[in-house]
């Protein structure tokens, strides 16, 4: 997924919209934050790779990729194809995995029984992740399955009989984007399963040093070392100076190790951003940053509340600073391929700083215009509502959720019928008929599953062909389960 230019916004209309449209959801009531949560998180069930457990919830699924890792002889099996393909891309996974455990540790208490399935979702992540990082001394690994090759191909993952390529970085091609998302992604982790698996959480926090100094010591860029292997699907378009902060930044959280802090303000600079993704980590770091200045009261990351702030205010259609489009309907409007990855990442932002605004009772202006916690927090809830249906089609882009949400999303696994239904190997082309070109709806429901949504006037065709707006992803979703436990806790049904 490319980030291009954002666009500017008519916010005197939009803050008239924002303010109705809070007015129109308190009178009806609000989505069912809760049922969405726990299908948010059943969705990472379908994207799982290698063996399934005998619990797995979404039966259509089977074991896939049993001899990842094979080509290089080691064991890279188990973790999430990124989205609607059979590839494995660790950047994506990496950031996936570290949405997914801020959330939980951000609104843990908020998600009830859903607490314990983020954890195993983050596992089923960082075991995988810690195979990449420990199998080959001097290698990480950093990805399984040429998606060249993938790309052409519409397959079952359980019966993928494309080359399961092995894709790493080292000394002599380094990766320091996808090394540090990847040592930002264990030291999350380790955080998460610090209270009830002290052993596991060590581990990972040994992984994530180790990974993160190989970072450092080997600086370059992964899309120049893999090129066509990761490009231009995920190239890193943004650098890896933010992957560096990004990493360094969760490694303090993890550590409190003044090193971090150091590498951390060396790197820092406030380049306008006004995107948060997979590929651009600045206005996650900052706003992570923040926080050791607002509740931990530490001066030093004082700079960081402002970083934060501009970046806030490049979001708000009512700042006189915004970059950012709306739609008619009022969704965040980035980017044409897959808009809804940057809609989630952005509102985790907005809503986890909305809690730090009100513990550390803070405001602060955009220009004249005074920002409270509930600006933020409204914002964000607009967003997450429109994802979940409160737009101009009614339609949710949460797939099983709702009365109405999109029957033929661009996923293998979903639209093709299931192994446990229909036994008959489907090699590469074979799904192409009569499964792909099919006008009915996928077969087996990716409950859960968060498609790349509409364009910029609203509309959404339900077309399996137009991936950039049918295909789901690891990164959507994750993103998008923090703020829906955030607003489980603070709206009933």
Not at 238 to 249: N, R, V
């Amino acid at each position: 997924m490319t980030r291009g230019a954002s666009h500017s916004s008519n916010s005197s209309l939009l803050s008239i919209f924002f303010f109705l449209l809070f007015l129109v959801q308190s009178a009806n009531g609000n989505p069912n934050y809760m049922d969405a949560l726990a299908k948010s998180i059943l969705f990472f069930e379908g994207q799982r790779s290698g063996k399934l457990p005998t619990g797995q919830k979404l039966t259509w699924r089977s074991h896939s990729g049993l001899k990842d890792g094979s080509a290089a002889n080691v064991d890279l099996t188990g973790g999430y194809y990124d989205a609607g393909d059979n590839v494995k891309f660790n950047l994506p996974m990496a950031y996936s995995t570290v949405m997914l455990s801020w959330g939980s540790l951000e609104n843990g208490k908020k998600m009830g029984a859903q607490l314990g399935k983020t954890r195993v979702a983050i596992r089923w992540a960082t075991d995988y992740l810690l195979k990449c990082a420990n199998a080959t001394p001097g290698k990480l690994y950093v990805g399984v399955g040429d998606p060249n090759v993938d790309h052409k191909c519409w397959e079952r993952p359980e019966d993928m009989d494309t080359v399961r390529t092995v894709y790493s970085v080292s000394a002599g091609s380094p990766g320091s984007d996808v090394a540090a998302e990847t040592a930002a992604a264990l030291a999350a982790g380790s955080m998460v399963f610090r209270v009830v698996d002290r052993k596991y959480s060590l581990l990972l926090l040994k992984t994530a040093k180790k990974v993160m100094k190989f970072a450092l010591s080997y600086q370059g860029a992964y899309s120049d070392s893999l090129g066509s292997a990761v490009c231009p699907f995920y190239c890193s378009y943004s650098g890896y100076k933010d992957e560096l902060i990004w990493g360094a930044t969760w490694l303090l959280r993890a550590t409190n190790d003044v090193s971090y802090a150091n590498l951390i303000k060396s790197l820092a600079t406030d380049d306008g951003v006004d995107i948060f993704s997979w590929d651009n980590k600045f206005a996650g770091a900052y706003v992570l940053l923040a926080r050791k200045a607002l509740l931990d009261k530490d001066k030093s990351f004082d700079p960081f509340i402002q970083k934060a702030e501009n970046f806030m205010c490049r979001i708000l259609p009512n700042s006189p600073y915004s970059t950012t489009h709306y739609t008619p309907g009022g969704l965040m409007y980035k980017l044409s391929q897959c808009n809804l990855q940057y809609v989630t990442s952005i509102t985790f932002l907005l809503a986890t700083y909305a809690k730090y605004m009100v513990s550390a009772k803070h405001t602060f202006n955009c220009g004249n215009t005074l920002v409270t916690s509930e600006t933020l927090r409204h914002l964000a809830k607009s967003q997450v509502d429109y994802i979940l249906g409160v737009n101009p089609r009614k339609m949710s882009y949460m797939v099983g959720y709702g009365p109405s949400y999109p029957h033929k999303i661009h996923h293998r696994g979903s639209s093709i019928a299931s192994i446990k239904t229909y036994k008959q190997t489907i090699g590469c082309d074979g799904g192409f008929q009569p499964f792909f070109y099919s006008p009915k709806p996928n077969p087996n429901i990716l409950i859960g599953a968060v498609v790349g949504g509409p364009d910029q006037n609203d509309a959404f065709p339900d077309d399996r062909s137009d991936y950039s707006r049918s295909e789901p992803a690891t990164y959507i979703n994750a993103a998008l389960v923090g703020p829906l436990a955030y607003l489980a806790g603070s709206y009933s049904k």
